[in-house]
């Protein structure tokens, strides 16, 4: 069933419990809420669905390199891509993802 889920042993890219990549989701498998680390990367995954994957990817570098630019650091860009700001905000919605419409993504673009 795509996306295939795959369980790693140690956390990704650092301190990431989860990471959405083409048609898989990798998570962490000491994660506490993994229904909820899930639910987040689905919502990624859906969004890079949307987009072709390769021009989520393109947009979501922008919108951190933006970020950066302004002078923002690491955590502070990341929390400010319009695809992370959609995600942590419906993550513990275990229902959004099916009710959720395309582009949903671009309200959260200030």
């Not at 899930?38 to 021009?55: G, K, S, V, Y």
């Not at 419409?101 to 671009?106: D, I, S, T």
Request: aromatic share 24%; proline share 2%; no cysteine.
């Amino acid at each position: 069933m795509i996306p295939i889920r795959i369980e790693t042993t140690h956390k990704l890219f650092g301190d990431y419990h989860g990471f959405a990549f083409f048609i898989f989701i990798f998570y962490w498998r000491g994660v506490k809420d993994k229904q909820t680390i899930l639910n987040h990367e689905m919502i990624h995954f859906w969004q890079q669905a949307e987009l072709l994957f390769i021009f989520h990817w393109l947009l979501y570098s922008a919108f951190y390199l933006i970020g950066r630019l302004n002078g923002k650091k690491h955590d502070e860009a990341y929390l400010n891509i319009p695809f992370e700001k959609e995600a942590y905000a419906f993550e513990k919605n275990y229902h959004y993802v099916s009710q959720r419409k395309a582009f949903a993504w671009v309200r959260f673009i200030r």
